[in-house]
C-alpha cells in the first residue's frame, strides 16, 4: 500500500521560507518520479514542481521557478520543496504525488498522470 506522508507546512511572512517534506513507504521510491502540486480555496489544483526517478531532471511551474527547489534523497525515501522569497498568492495545500508505474516516461506536470496523493499540508503566506 503506497502511502505519501507531507510536513513541513505553516504560517510564513511574505518573502519568508518553508522546507515541505513527502516521505513514501509501499513502492520502490527510487524507480518513481514525484510531483508536487497545491490548491487554493475556490481554484482547481494546481502543478509546482516535478522530479524525475533518477534526479537528474526536474520541472517547475511557470509561477515558482527560480523560487522554489523540488529535490529527492532516495536513501530516505523523501521528495522535498524547498520553497523561498514566499509570496501570499502561494497560499494553498501543497499535495506530493506519485505515478501508478515506476519510470514513468512523462514529465509529469498533470494532476492525472499520478494515481497516490498524499494528505496534503497547509502552507499560508501572509502578507
Known amino acids: 500500500q503506497v502511502q505519501l506522508v507531507e510536513s513541513g507546512g505553516g504560517l510564513v511572512q511574505a518573502g519568508g521560507s518553508l522546507r515541505l517534506s513527502c516521505a513514501a513507504s509501499?513502492?520502490?521510491?527510487?524507480?518513481?518520479?514525484m510531483g508536487w502540486f497545491r490548491q487554493a480555496p475556490g481554484k482547481e489544483r494546481e502543478f509546482v514542481a516535478a522530479?524525475?526517478?533518477?534526479?537528474?531532471?526536474?520541472y517547475y511551474a511557470d509561477s515558482v521557478k527560480g523560487r522554489f527547489t523540488i529535490s529527492r534523497d532516495n536513501a530516505k525515501n523523501t521528495v522535498y520543496l524547498q520553497m523561498n522569497s514566499l509570496k501570499p498568492e502561494d497560499t494553498a495545500v501543497y499535495y506530493c504525488?506519485?505515478?501508478?508505474?515506476?519510470?514513468?516516461?512523462?514529465?509529469?506536470?498533470?494532476?492525472?498522470?499520478?494515481?497516490?496523493w498524499g494528505q496534503g499540508t497547509q502552507v499560508t503566506v501572509s502578507s
Open positions: 522530479i524525475s526517478w533518477s534526479g537528474g531532471s526536474t
Open positions: 509501499g513502492l520502490t521510491f527510487s524507480s518513481y518520479g
Open positions: 504525488a506519485a505515478p501508478k508505474s515506476p519510470y514513468a516516461p512523462n514529465r509529469g506536470t498533470y494532476y492525472y498522470q499520478y494515481s497516490y
